[in-house]
C-alpha cells in the first residue's frame, strides 16, 4: 500500500520567518503534486513535479522531488499571513487515482 | 476559479433523510471524483467516474450512492447516514489520457452535518 507521511502536522510561526513542509514515502511516484487549502474551499493545485531532482519555483515557495522520486518537501521564503492554510501532497498512484498525505495546517502570525 | 461547482455548499440532515449533493464541472474534463475529508485525516476516495463508468468504490456504505449523469455532472445521494458520516465532502474533475499527471481540480466542498 502507498503511503504519503507530511511533517509537521501543523506548523504556527511569525511572518517573516522561512519553513519547510516535508512529504515522505517508501514508494516511488512517477509524479507528485502540492495542494493548499483554505478554510471553507476545496484544495487548489499548486504544483507538479515529474523529474527526480526537479526544482519549481512559485514567487516565495520552492517545491523540490527527491532524486529518487519518493519525497518532496515544500519550502516558503519569508512567509506572509496570506500563506496561512493547510497544505496538501498527493502523489500519482494506479487507476488515476491519487495518494494523498494528512496535509500540514500552517498558519502565519502576523 | 476552480470551474468546479457544488451545492449545497452546507447541509444538515437527520439520520433518516434523503438528500443529494451535487456537483458540476465546467473544464472539459473526463474524470470526476467525490472525496470525503475529516479533520487529521487523509482525503479519503470514495468514488471515481472516467468516461461517466464508475471505474472504483472505495468500500463507500451503501448508505452513499453516486450517479454521473454525462461528464459534467456528479451526484452523491444520502440516505440514512449517520453521525460519522459529518465532514467536508469534495467534488473534483481531472482530465486523464493515459499520462500520469492526474491534476485534480476540486470545487468549494459541501460541509455535512448529521443529526
Known amino acids: 500500500t502507498q503511503l504519503l507521511e507530511q511533517s509537521p502536522q501543523f506548523l504556527s510561526i511569525q511572518e517573516g520567518e522561512n519553513l519547510t513542509v516535508y512529504c515522505n514515502s517508501s514508494?516511488?511516484?512517477?509524479?507528485l503534486q502540492w495542494y493548499r487549502q483554505e478554510p471553507g474551499e476545496g484544495p487548489v493545485l499548486l504544483v507538479t513535479?515529474?523529474?527526480g531532482g526537479e526544482v519549481k519555483k512559485l514567487k516565495r515557495l520552492t517545491f523540490q522531488f527527491g532524486d529518487a522520486r519518493k519525497d518532496s518537501s515544500l519550502h516558503i521564503t519569508a512567509a506572509q499571513p496570506g500563506d496561512t492554510g493547510l497544505y496538501l501532497c498527493a502523489g500519482a498512484g494506479s487507476n488515476y487515482q491519487l495518494i494523498w498525505g494528512a496535509g500540514t495546517k500552517l498558519i502565519i502570525k502576523p | 476559479e476552480t470551474g468546479v461547482t457544488q451545492t449545497p455548499r452546507h447541509l444538515v440532515m437527520g439520520m433518516t433523510n434523503k438528500k443529494s449533493l451535487k456537483c458540476e464541472q465546467h473544464?472539459?474534463?473526463?474524470?470526476m471524483y467525490w472525496y470525503k475529508q475529516s479533520a487529521k485525516k487523509p482525503l479519503e476516495l470514495m468514488f471515481v467516474y472516467n468516461f461517466k463508468e464508475q471505474t472504483e468504490n472505495n468500500s463507500v456504505p451503501s448508505r452513499f450512492s453516486p450517479e454521473c449523469p454525462n461528464s459534467s455532472h456528479l451526484f452523491l445521494h444520502l440516505h440514512t447516514l449517520q453521525p460519522e458520516d459529518s465532514a467536508l465532502y469534495l467534488c473534483?474533475?481531472?482530465?486523464?489520457?493515459?499520462?500520469?499527471?492526474?491534476?485534480?481540480?476540486f470545487g468549494p466542498g459541501t460541509r455535512l452535518t448529521v443529526t
Open positions: 513535479v515529474v523529474t
Open positions: 473544464l472539459g474534463h473526463n474524470a
Open positions: 514508494s516511488v511516484f512517477s509524479s
Open positions: 473534483a474533475s481531472s482530465q486523464v489520457s493515459g499520462g500520469d499527471l492526474y491534476e485534480q481540480y
